[in-house]
């Protein structure tokens, strides 16, 4: 591995003199420095920033906070509904409205309960005085499915109009070809309007056995979707098997393989799909990984970010555990950079107003890091 992709931190020779409760680190293009701001998280999974600069965070179990600029974190909303808070299950993604200041709307995924089992639900909110108000389900992505509790996806992002919203769903891990049936919400990526309807220009509205819903089908589990603000297209992360994990940029009505080709093994090591790629209409991923960093939350830094970092799309891992950069040309991916290697389970990456770089650490007792430039 070459020095620009080694993990930083773990150097003692290049770690910075800062003030307490900071660390410093050297990176590709200039020196940076990581402070826990708030901890005593249970697996916090997904947030958004209101426009008073605090924080809207989700915890697993099924809790949703606020934390402060300062890392001041609330008591437990009050509202949130039930979840299946089992295996990979629980209360998701959690994201204000771009209008939050005039609508108090928010959004949210939980993995749910229904009759017939589980399923990824999208729900949304008005979220006033420290609670949840008119909690209303959106979408249910069914089938519900009674085994396994793992793949429901379940991230968010808004479209650059901030009319419609896109959720992604997993292919729920125990019937793989439901990423590839279209009368089927697993496996895919979802647009709608934010009241719930289906958008008359989604590609599958007219297709019969096909639901109107669907954006782009063929995923595994994408836990990362974020729209490229240089070039206002979509891209998502999702997770492969043994290896073959996938930055995908995302066109309406294309299918993305998933199970049909990968670049991933079983977990016990055999080829999946006869070891196949690639084939006949379907697309390649623009990066995948072999060994797997099992990519989760993404985010492209806004233009008041550190300087070297503007425009680069950051990627939570998971396993190994850390901060992957990518520098953009359009929505052309450059050399890859990882930050913060082996240091924590990186769950979801937030550029906060001020531009500072917020991650969520997946962990029983997890953390928010702040980093800043040095």
Known sequence: M??????????????LALPAGAQGFRARDGQFRVSTLAEGLEHPWGGGFLPDGRLLVSERPGRARLVSPEGRVSAPLQGVPPVEAANQGGLLDIQPAPDFARTQEIFFVTATLVQGGALTRLSRARLVDGALRDVTPVLDCTPAQSRGRHHFGGRLAFGPDGAHIFLTTGDRNVDRQRSQRLDDLAGKIIRLTRDGRIPADNPFVNRQGARGEIWSYGHRNPQGIAFNPATGTLFSAEFGPRGGDEL????????????????????????????????????????????????SGMAFAPGNAPAPWRGSLFLGCLNPMGLLRLPMQGDTPGEEERLLWDEDRIRHTIFAPDGALWLLTDRGDGRILRVTAA
Do not use: D
Not at 2 to 15: F, K, S
Not at 272 to 289: D, N, S, V
């Open 248 to 295: 995908n940029l995302i066109r309406p009505g294309l299918n993305y393989g998933w199970p049909e080709v990968t670049y991933g093994r079983e977990y016990w090591g055999p080829a999946i799909a006869g070891g196949r790629t690639e084939g006949p209409g379907f697309e390649q991923p623009l990066r995948h990984w072999n060994p797997a960093i099992s990519p």
């Open 2 to 15: 070459t020095m620009e992709r080694r993990t930083l931190l773990a150097a003692p020779a290049l770690l």
